[in-house]
């Protein structure tokens, strides 16, 4: 798992409602595929393997909001990630407790990720 230190500040300064859960989801992502990295961009953290994976949005609400940035382009049926737009798609966790309920879905979504990535022709995707 490759936590960076510029993420630990991050928390440390934004200090966000929902920070154990965050942490959470974080660990969970990381611990997915070890091609997934992580860093801040658009003060917020990005999670990433071969372009831009997902992102925590809405940071300073009491619930954690993780944005799949191109979540419309993963392959298979996740039952929580919501939304029918063109391109990013959502996961809503309310508590730790959520976040370990749907631990499962959120790493086969992160592996996903990364198996696309890995497998489509890179420019074709992140030009989408």
């Known amino acids: 798992m490759k936590k960076t230190p510029e993420v630990d500040r991050w928390f440390a300064e934004t200090k966000p409602p929902a920070e154990k859960a965050m942490r959470h989801v974080r660990e969970i992502i990381l611990r997915a595929d070890r091609?997934?990295?992580?860093?801040?961009?658009?003060?917020?953290?990005?999670?990433?393997?071969?372009?831009?994976?997902?992102?925590?949005?809405?940071?300073?609400?009491?619930?954690?909001?993780?944005?799949?940035?191109?979540?419309?382009?993963?392959?298979?049926?996740?039952?929580h990630v919501e939304g029918s737009g063109p391109t990013a798609r959502f996961m809503r966790f309310k508590d730790v407790a959520e976040?370990?309920?749907?631990?499962?879905?959120?790493?086969?979504?992160?592996?996903?990720?990364c198996e696309l990535m890995a497998t489509a022709p890179t420019k074709a995707i992140q030009k989408r």
């Open 35 to 79: 091609r997934l990295t992580e860093y801040v961009k658009h003060r917020t953290v990005q999670f990433a393997y071969e372009g831009d994976f997902a992102s925590f949005v809405q940071y300073t609400k009491p619930q954690v909001t993780l944005m799949l940035n191109r979540g419309a382009k993963i392959p298979g049926r996740f039952p």
């Open 99 to 113: 976040v370990d309920a749907r631990a499962d879905e959120l790493g086969r979504v992160a592996r996903a990720w």
